[in-house]
Nanobody, 123 residues
Framework: QVQLVESGGGLVQAGGSLRLSCAASRLTTSNYAMEWFRQAPEKEREFVAAITRSGGSTSYADSVKGRFIISRDNAKNTVYLQMNSLKPEDTAVYYC????????????????WGKGTLVTVSS
């Protein structure tokens, strides 16, 4: 079965940066739009960023626009999320997801999910 594995989470002070990675196996990444979602305690999972199959177009939630950058390397079957100027409200478990239908930015539209990596931003 397809497997997505996130890494790179950790504890960082406000204003700092982290780079998350999502490694895919048994999946031809060029056939899937890739997206990042996050879920904070007692909150619904929300869209963060998305990138098209070829990497030619990206989308971001308003809350992270200008601070986060999504990118992909299909040859390495890996998607990245560079997070800069982190804020305490960015604290959440971050999930990688894949969608054969293209970018949707909707949780229920994803075909595959990773298990998440925790990002904690201290004030």
């Amino acid at each position: 079965q397809v497997q997505l594995v996130e890494s790179g989470g950790g504890l960082v002070q406000a204003g700092g940066s982290l780079r998350l990675s999502c490694a895919a196996s048994r999946l031809t990444t060029s056939n899937y739009a890739m997206e990042w979602f996050r879920q904070a305690p007692e909150k619904e999972r929300e869209f963060v960023a998305a990138i098209t199959r070829s990497g030619g177009s990206t989308s971001y939630a308003d809350s992270v626009k200008g601070r986060f950058i999504i990118s992909r390397d299909n040859a390495k079957n890996t998607v990245y999320l560079q997070m800069n100027s982190l804020k305490p409200e960015d604290t959440a478990v971050y999930y990688c997801a894949a969608n054969r239908a293209g970018v949707r930015t909707i949780t229920g539209a994803m075909d595959y999910w990773g298990k998440g990596t925790l990002v904690t931003v201290s004030s």
